[in-house]
């Protein structure tokens, strides 16, 4: 197997995302892609994977020039690309996730597929149940699912964007030691896309260094890690531990708090935040440690005002029926019973969400912020006494798309004043520029600016004077360099007496920036109280159940 | 790139020609309406002919098409708002319906002096329309009923109460339940001496425009509303009060299709008919489509779908064309902008990432103020604690 590029490039406007890159992959061997946000090493997989086409330059497989115009094509060549969130349908099962994409056949043949699907799976030392839904899987289960999917495409170069996020420790394990031996034993071609040096320096061969659509440097492994990180970055990083600020006043305290989770119900949860305080929380993903944020945070939380207001709204609309319509057509009563099924469906729904949300506290749950209960209060009431919440979906939940930056500094000013200082705004907004590194310009829109740059951008519009920020994944998708740049952020926080609780698939990150760490696995909680004596493999044990 | 799209990129580039894609859009449809015409075997210019002369000949046509154009324009600026928000608010006609079965109570059984008398109409009507729609609002924030599932379940009930009022309680002695008696000339709003429009209907509109102009264009509610149009969970986030704002809008909006509603029975009809809005309220949901939720435009759009629907009439009398033609010839014309509308806003999203691209690509970034990076080692860095 042999894969040769040709002065592959890429350009978007006047910008180089891919610059005359030329490199040959040899089978049997495990290459790495490395690269600061921007570096151009997404738009070189999605070139060979068949999403973009490159500007010019060639693709050479076997010796054979291959014109790859979509994932299809590129399929047929063999290149195959697993993304860091796997491309699955939740809402099929196993076997039939396993069977789409394959070549058409009138009728599925499920037996076959799955003799065929377990058959593959005995050999990669992967446990699916075929009949699994995928939306009960983990990410890493999901990922094994589609590694089998791509082989039994016959895919022999396989290219993997960022795969360890939100794996645990052991499954990180077992995907390293199949990717092996993929590519010791069948000849294979595989190429990883990463961020985390620990990963590159664990699994693969060779690594390759991109900047500014460069191909920049070529190194065998094992090799400095400082080597690499010069070579990403044009320049040596410092390496510095933040200190803990903590002081002993308590400003959280959660008391036999239950929160239902995707996979279980987290029990019994007992916590007491300090002032400076960095909390992190491990566990994998559906585990509960998102929900547990959201409840402090007071989002999603249906409350008992909502429940009167529908029953009335429901109460009023039957009695208005019943008094206008006449009770002998057939077709006003088919119609009264449709709207009310369209109206019924949305509040008993909500209903049912406040009663197990109260079944599940039923034993005095309390969440106290600077010793007054804040457990019935929504997000915005807490945003004003001083807890924040930053979602990992940045432009999902906390930027708007369409807005520009301005227009974000104005929206998150608190003010009384019935108009906008447009003015004031582009002020704060050049300052927030300035003070947090942001890569953009005011009337830049939110959503042009990448992911590091849009992390910053949040950052800067948190009120000052917080008493608890809580982060989903704070630096997900980001750099090295982004990253510590949004954590300096962050920390800086601390010396005004904010704590943070954040939740990361990256147990090196929760273990490094942690004063204390609280593990979620199996519906339980377990509370770290030394991370400087916890290791990846330990923190990864605990996840995964053990004692 | 090929130079054909190099020149599409700076053309949607340039503010001047941003609304090529929009004219291109215009063109699509008119072209679509004379192969219908075509096919009917009308002449285009007997149809211009024809509208004209119904509609701007003379001045009592023209006040027919103002008349007919305020209600609907005062409607529209409550959709501006709802819209904005990213609120469907499809239950405008019942909010119409309801604005004008509460000016009918107040017209029906209340008698005082004149003034006194139009003011409790106009208030009732304002009144019972925002109720109306704040119910809507209401059960979308607080029982999770979507606001479009909520608008047409409201909307039927307006509809069936208005009925239940003309068949019983109501209907005039032996009539057959199509409407209530005319009201006495105290309760019916004034009128212009020259031309038959009503001087507080006109004022009314001016206001709600203003307003939504200035809400719009420069005030932080507008601001709001904006962003919650795009993304409500992220405004949430940002701390802006998604739910005052959700009950605020609608609650607008429902007092301004009630007027509009209250125009209808107390100036337009002189008594409440069987269904009173006519489908003004659906109209109006075209014409914001139509001007993309831009204020500036929807006086003008509105104006030329009074201007259309007032030549109803004549087109199916003198032409023998089916009336709903002119609602078909609508609709083409909403269809084709808003889809020149989306190719436009998706090349100016083009432009600007390709722009911020281009602007970070060579600069390099400022160092951050204190870097601590934790390269993925095992822990043995990690900061301490107790």
């Known amino acids: ?547 | 790139m090929t130079a054909f799209r190099k020149i599409l990129i700076q053309i949607s580039s340039s503010t001047v020609l941003g609304i090529l894609p929009l004219l291109v859009g215009i063109q699509v449809a008119l072209v679509a309406i004379l192969l219908i015409l075509n096919n009917e075997n009308v002449e285009p210019r007997a149809v211009y002919d024809l509208i004209y002369e119904r509609t701007l000949s003379l001045p009592e046509n023209r006040a027919n098409v103002v008349d007919f154009w305020l209600p609907i324009l005062l409607c529209c600026c409550g959709l501006l708002l709802t819209f904005t928000a990213g609120l469907w608010n499809i239950g405008i006609e019942g909010q119409i319906t309801m604005g004008a079965v509460g000016a009918t109570s107040i017209a029906l059984f209340v008698e005082l002096p004149r003034n006194e008398q139009i003011f409790t109409e106009l208030f009732m009507a304002g009144a019972a329309g925002g109720a109306w729609a704040l119910f809507t609002g209401v059960m979308r924030t607080r029982g999770g009923v979507n606001e479009i599932f909520g608008g047409v379940a409201m909307n039927f009930l307006a509809s069936s109460f208005s009925s239940y009022l003309l068949v019983a309680p109501w209907s005039p002695p032996n009539a057959t339940g199509s409407a209530t008696v005319r009201f006495p000339e105290n309760a019916i709003l004034p009128s212009m001496d020259d031309y038959r429009l009503s001087p507080i209907t006109m004022y009314i509109t001016l206001t709600a425009f203003i307003f939504v102009l200035l809400t719009l264009s420069g005030s932080r509610w507008g601001l709001q509303l904006r962003a919650m149009g795009k993304n409500e969970k992220s405004a949430q986030m940002l701390g802006v009060p998604t739910e005052r704002n959700i009950w605020l809008a609608m609650l607008i909006c429902g007092i301004m299709a009630g007027l509009a509603g209250g125009h209808l029975v107390l100036f337009r009809r002189a008594n409440l008919p069987a269904n009173v809005s006519g489908g003004i309220g659906f109209l109006s949901l075209l014409v914001v489509l139509l001007a993309s939720i831009r204020v500036r435009w929807v006086p003008f759009v509105s104006f030329a779908f009074a201007l259309l629907y007032s030549a109803g009439l004549p087109l199916r009398t003198r032409l023998q064309l089916d009336a709903s033609l002119i609602g078909i010839f609508l609709g083409i014309l909403v269809f084709c902008v808003l889809i020149f509308d989306g190719v436009r806003q998706r090349l100016k999203e083009r432009v600007e990432q390709r722009k911020l691209l281009a602007a970070s690509g060579g600069e390099k970034s400022p160092p951050p103020p204190t870097v601590e990076i934790q390269i993925g080692q095992e822990a043995s860095s990690g900061p301490g604690s107790n």
Not at chain 1, 139 to 165: A, C, F, H, K, W
Not at chain 1, 254 to 259: A, D, G, M, R, T
Not at chain 1, 301 to 317: H, N, V
Not at chain 1, 479 to 506: C, M, Y
Request: with cysteine; glycine share 8%.
């Open chain 1, 1 to 547: 197997m042999r894969l040769e590029i040709h002065n592959i490039s890429k350009s978007f406007g006047p910008l180089k995302a891919n610059d005359h890159i030329s490199f040959t992959f040899e089978g049997g061997r495990i290459y790495a892609i490395l690269g600061e946000n921007g570096a151009g090493k997404s738009t070189l997989m999605k070139i060979l994977s068949g999403y973009q086409s490159a500007s010019s330059g060639q693709i050479i497989i076997d010796g054979k020039s291959a014109q790859i115009n979509s994932p299809h094509h590129a399929i047929a060549h063999g290149i195959g690309m697993l993304y860091q969130d796997p491309l699955d349908f939740a809402p099929l099962t196993v076997l039939e996730n396993y069977i789409e994409g394959k070549p058409f056949n009138f009728l599925m043949r499920r037996r076959e597929a799955e003799a065929d699907l377990l058959a593959r799976c005995k050999i990669l030392g992967f446990n699916l149940n075929p009949h699994a839904m995928v939306e009960s899987l983990t990410v890493g289960e999901r990922q094994q699912l589609e590694i089998v999917r791509l082989l039994s495409l016959g895919v022999s170069i396989l290219i993997l964007d960022e795969p360890t996020t939100g794996i645990s420790a052991e499954q990180k394990s077992q995907l390293f030691q199949t990717l092996k031996n993929l590519a010791r034993e069948q000849n294979m071609i595989v190429i990883l896309v990463s961020h985390k040096l620990a990963d590159v320096e664990e699994l693969c061969d060779e690594v390759l260094v991109l900047r500014r659509g460069k191909l920049v440097g070529h190194r065998f492994l094992p090799c400095e890690t400082e080597i690499l990180v010069e070579m990403m970055f044009g320049k040596r990083l410092s390496q510095t531990s933040p200190q803990p600020l903590y002081t002993n006043k308590p400003i959280l305290k959660i008391h036999k708090l239950s929160i239902p989770a995707r996979l279980f119900t987290i029990q019994n949860i007992n916590l007491e935040v300090r002032e400076g305080e960095v909390i992190g929380l491990a566990g994998l993903d559906g585990s509960g440690q998102v929900e547990f944020m959201r409840v402090i945070a007071g989002i999603g939380r249906p409350t008992w005002a909502d429940q009167l207001t529908a029953m009335i709204a429901l109460a009023g609309m039957w009695w208005v029926f019943g008094k206008i319509l006449d009770e002998s057509s057939a077709v006003l009563n088919l119609a009264r019973i449709a709207i009310l099924i369209l109206i019924l469906g949305p509040m008993l729904k909500t209903l049912y969400l406040y009663i197990r949300q109260r079944a599940n506290n039923a034993q005095n749950a309390q969440i106290m912020l600077n010793g007054k209960n804040i457990g019935w209060r929504g997000y915005r009431d807490l945003l004003e006494r001083g807890i924040a919440y930053l979602a990992a979906g940045r432009l999902e939940e906390g930027l708007v798309a369409g807005l520009t930056l301005v227009d974000h500094s104005a929206l998150a000013e608190r003010s009384s004043l019935p108009h906008v200082n447009w003015v004031r705004a582009w002020h704060r907004t050049k300052q927030a520029i300035t003070d947090f590194s942001i890569k953009g310009r005011p009337f830049s829109q939110i959503q042009t600016l990448s992911g590091g740059n849009q992390q910053r951008v949040s950052l800067s519009l948190l009120p000052a004077n917080l008493r608890l920020i809580l982060l989903e994944n704070p630096t997900r998708g980001l750099d090295v360099e982004s990253a510590g740049h949004i954590w300096s952020l962050l920390l800086n926080r601390r010396k005004k007496g904010t704590a943070i609780i954040f939740s990361s698939p990256d147990l090196d990150e929760i273990i490094d920036y942690s004063d204390r760490i609280l593990v979620f696995s199996s519906g339980q909680t377990t509370l770290v109280e030394n991370p400087e004596q916890m290791t990846t493999a330990r923190l990864g044990e605990l996840i995964g159940g053990k004692s």
